[in-house]
């Protein structure tokens, strides 16, 4: 049996390559970020990525924005964790080599949820796990433990005790991880269950008029506004087309052809 050749300048934890080892932790952290993203501040709905500051929480598009970036941020780190994982393909074959990949994402998961606990929670205090309830301390502490103590205290578990045959070896693991990466990322842009509401988001050159000639195309009924009178949320339960309104002036509607990642998921 053949394994891999690593050379000295990029070897690392156990003659593996270091490109190895930084994937790991690399898609470990991305995501965790895309799960809570996508569960928090999508599915769940329980905060934005800014929804401790008041100026933000008045304009949902700095939070749909916001949120967007957040997400970019995280397909960029994947994607350098999965560009890791390719250069360091060759060291596949080494045993113990998926068991250390799964160990370090491990440990990069727990790390984003740590990360995000101490800076963004108790620091800068943008946002809490959930913003909707008095005792917000108590939501952050157990997902500090349950997302971010637990998966590093395995991580380094599986380091630790990463010795040893192919039989305890985690099958598949390179493999796993990238198509995790990839079915994350995929989800980010799913379109939330109908529920009737769609969001409209209307070009910088439409105008009021073109605005309410597409709600009384589409057969819908306005619910709310922004200001700006840019974001509307519109209710087409009664059978109603939003797609009608990209024929005045919408740029985006949420739950449409054209899916908009969290724009599908915000709720009033």
């Known amino acids: 049996m053949t394994t891999a050749s690593v050379g000295p300048e990029e070897a690392g934890r156990g003659g593996l390559p270091a490109t190895l080892i930084w994937a790991g932790y690399a898609l470990g952290f991305g995501l965790g970020g895309f799960f809570d993203g996508i569960l928090l501040h999508q599915i769940l709905q329980w905060h ?3 929804s401790g500051l008041e100026e933000a929480r008045q304009d949902i598009r700095l939070l749909i924005l ?5 997400h970019a941020l995280m397909y960029v780190i994947a994607a350098a964790g999965l560009w890791l994982l390719w250069r360091s393909r060759a060291a596949f074959a080494v045993s113990g080599a998926d068991r250390l990949l ?3 994402a491990m440990i990069g998961f727990g790390s984003w949820h740590i990360l995000d606990s101490v800076l963004s929670h108790w620091i800068l205090g943008i946002h809490r796990i959930r913003m909707d309830v008095d005792n917000q301390l108590f939501w ?3 997902w500090f433990v349950v997302f971010g103590l637990v ?3 395995l991580g380094a578990y599986f380091r630790g005790n990463g010795k040893g045959g192919a039989g305890r070896r985690v099958p598949k693991g390179p493999a796993g991880l990238a ?6 990322g995929a989800l980010a842009a799913l379109p939330a269950p109908d529920d009737g509401t769609v969001m409209v988001v209307f070009g910088p050159g439409a105008t009021p008029a073109q605005a309410m000639q597409g709600l009384e195309a589409s057969g819908g009924r306005l619910l709310w506004s922004h200001a700006s009178e840019t974001v509307w949320a519109v209710d087409i339960s009664g059978g109603g087309d939003a797609n009608r309104f990209y024929d005045h002036g919408a740029l985006l509607i949420s739950n449409s052809i054209l899916p908009a990642g969290c724009l599908d998921w915000t709720r009033l």
């Open 66 to 70: 916001t949120d967007g970036l957040f």
């Open 102 to 104: 799964f160990a370090n």
């Open 179 to 184: 198509l995790a990466v990839l079915i994350a």
């Open 48 to 50: 934005h990525l800014l």
């Open 140 to 142: 952050d502490l157990l």
């Open 151 to 153: 998966p590093l205290a």
